[in-house]
């Protein structure tokens, strides 16, 4: 019906309350790079879009704290160079940077590269202020490391997708700049491998490590068809790479030997000399790019089918090895483009059609093949949506996969907060 762009918390609240009492349903939206459509509006012409992007002001960093509190609509990006110039650090890392807003973060709870070792949005988040679903304002803006007096509600809009109100503001942790970093390709035969690397580094460099991402050789393989000048002339030759970042104090020198030394342990020489360390930030961000370029590059190939799961890492060799052949039977020829989060279990487990030539036909197994993948997920313990959320597109799989006791809390919840639903219908729940 139409989209509106308060400019302050005062007129957002103004907005809902007038939506409320018409009975006109909201549909908050951030900087619309959420991959689910949860901040896309159903077709009956009769909802309105909340944009917030004109309520993009930082507001204050309080340096004793460590904190920094900023409107919703900042964009991620805006926020992280803010805080640099100021020699802080805020450690939200994703490659939708430079549009998705700090309101969009929240609400679907994103997690990205550096979830290691500083945790979802949600593990960053110290206060909220958010607008209810009839318009009333909701304000914990008090940004205190400790606070037990009763519910932390702020935990309750995280994640919920704009279901349960307008997030206006937000209280989010700074960490100081990491000194040394350290980012290294490393190609590995299999997944095995590449986890006895990783618990290697966890192991000897706990604390050091900021991101582990693993990339499939066919997600190198586009890559380097769509953006060669991003591969340049890395060698492609083993089934898998992982992608290693290392970030703390001390020198250079200890960082690098201390990584040579879990790798020697964890891997052997072959791989070793294969793996690419980069010897400085340009070079590192030159690694980065390879893996940022995989979600464009398999979108320049044709149509996917795209599934965002998280495995308990143990699991994750099995599951491959299980579920490959069985997609082999059910659509001979589809080549699976993994990548992803190896370090938090989360894999982007996504199938391009067997050819190019072939991707509309092959688009219209999406429901079989989900189904496939999805039970085979949660057969090994895992979850069906990782870090992208619920929106419209996996309604269905909530339905499916989520226990009674789980969906009728959510429910209620959902009912307490937005009893008349108004804000974002038809996102995340089932229907009843
Ligand atoms: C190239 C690319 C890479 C990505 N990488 C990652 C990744 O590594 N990790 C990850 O977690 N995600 C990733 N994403 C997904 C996406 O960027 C995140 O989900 C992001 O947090 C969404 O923010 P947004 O501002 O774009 O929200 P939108 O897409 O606008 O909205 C997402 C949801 O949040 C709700 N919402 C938005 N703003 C508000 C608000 N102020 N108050 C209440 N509800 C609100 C909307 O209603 C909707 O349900 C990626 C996306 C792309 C395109």
């Known amino acids: 019906?139409?989209?509106?762009?308060?400019?302050?918390?005062?007129?957002?609240?103004?907005?809902?309350?007038?939506?409320?009492?018409?009975?006109?349903a909201m549909v908050p939206q951030g900087g619309h790079t959420g991959l689910c459509g949860g901040a896309v509006p159903d077709a009956s012409g009769r909802q309105i879009i909340l944009n917030l992007r004109r309520m993009r002001d930082i507001l204050s960093i309080d340096t004793l704290e460590g904190t920094v509190t900023v409107q919703a609509g900042c964009r991620l990006a805006d926020l992280q160079q803010a805080v640099e110039a100021k020699g802080w650090y805020f450690p939200l890392s994703l490659a939708s940077a430079g549009e998705c807003q700090i309101g969009g973060n929240l609400a679907t709870n994103a997690g990205g590269?550096?979830?290691?070792?500083?945790?979802?949005?949600?593990?960053?988040?110290?206060?909220?202020?958010?607008?209810?679903?009839?318009?009333?304002?909701?304000?914990?803006?008090?940004?205190?490391?400790?606070?037990?007096?009763?519910?932390?509600?702020?935990?309750?809009?995280?994640?919920?997708?704009?279901?349960?109100?307008?997030?206006?503001?937000?209280?989010?942790?700074?960490?100081?700049?990491?000194?040394?970093?350290?980012?290294?390709?490393?190609?590995?035969?299999?997944?095995?491998?590449?986890?006895?690397?990783?618990?290697?580094?966890?192991?000897?460099?706990?604390?050091?490590?900021?991101?582990?991402?693993l990339m499939s050789d066919f997600s190198m393989m586009l890559v380097a068809r769509h953006f060669p000048e991003v591969v340049a002339s890395l060698p492609l030759n083993s089934a898998w790479s992982v992608l290693v970042e290392l970030s703390?104090?001390?020198?250079?020198?200890?960082?690098?030997?201390?990584?040579?030394?879990?790798?020697?342990?964890?891997i052997g020489r072959t791989e070793m000399n294969d793996a690419v360390v980069a010897r400085d930030l340009v070079q590192g961000s030159r690694l980065w790019a390879i893996r940022n370029a995989i979600p464009d590059a398999q979108r320049r190939e044709g149509p996917s089918i795209k599934h965002d799961i998280s495995l308990p890492r143990g699991q994750i060799a099995g599951f491959i090895s299980e579920l490959y052949p069985l997609l082999q039977d059910r659509c001979s020829g589809v080549r699976p483009c993994v990548f992803g989060h190896l370090g938090d279990g989360n894999l982007h487990f996504n199938l391009s059609a067997p050819s190019a030539g072939e991707a509309q036909d092959f688009v219209l197994q999406r429901e079989r093949l989900e189904r496939l993948v999805h039970d085979r997920v949660v057969a090994h313990g895992g979850s069906f949506s990782a870090e992208h959320g619920i929106g419209q597109l996996k309604?269905?799989?909530?339905?499916?996969?989520?226990?009674?006791?789980?969906?009728?809390?959510?429910?209620?919840?959902?009912?307490?907060?937005?009893?008349?639903?108004?804000?974002?219908?038809?996102?995340?729940?089932?229907?009843?």
């Open 113 to 213: 590269h550096n979830v290691l070792r500083y945790g979802n949005v949600r593990e960053l988040c110290r206060g909220l202020e958010v607008v209810l679903a009839d318009g009333r304002v909701w304000s914990d803006l008090s940004g205190l490391p400790k606070n037990n007096s009763g519910y932390d509600l702020k935990q309750l809009f995280i994640g919920s997708e704009g279901t349960l109100g307008v997030i206006t503001t937000a209280v989010l942790r700074l960490v100081r700049q990491p000194r040394q970093q350290l980012v290294a390709l490393v190609p590995v035969p299999d997944i095995a491998t590449a986890l006895r690397l990783f618990g290697a580094i966890n192991d000897e460099m706990g604390e050091a490590l900021t991101a582990f991402e």
């Open 395 to 432: 309604r269905n799989e909530m339905a499916r996969y989520k226990d009674e006791v789980t969906l009728d809390l959510m429910q209620r919840i959902k009912y307490a907060l937005d009893p008349d639903n108004v804000m974002n219908p038809g996102k995340v729940l089932p229907d009843r």
């Open 248 to 266: 703390r104090p001390g020198t250079a020198e200890d960082l690098l030997s201390s990584f040579s030394g879990a790798l020697d342990r964890s």
């Open 1 to 24: 019906m139409a989209v509106v762009l308060p400019g302050s918390t005062a007129e957002v609240a103004a907005v809902v309350q007038y939506a409320h009492a018409q009975g006109i």
